[in-house]
């Protein structure tokens, strides 16, 4: 599954989950925390999964550290979870 998150997509923290949520298919329970995210995409996703996140630098500004813990979250998932791919690019 190819998943595609644009920056201009989302404005705020709660966007960007309800957006996550929405593309990951992820259940009603679902709380809208990192730490809720870390154990969707450990427990409860379909894999192979190829994400990309278009236009970071918007996110970060918009977002702020939010952002910055979002990416280290994404790239950890990319390290530790077989058939999970994660990639900042510019245009898709």
Known sequence: MNIVIDACEFNTIEEFHELIKE???????????????????????????NLYWLDFETSRALLGSDADDLLELFTEADEEIEDFHFELQENF
């Open 23 to 49: 593309k990951m298919d992820f259940p009603e329970d679902y709380n809208d925390t990192l730490d809720d995210l870390w154990d969707f995409l450990v427990h409860k996703v379909n894999y192979p999964v």
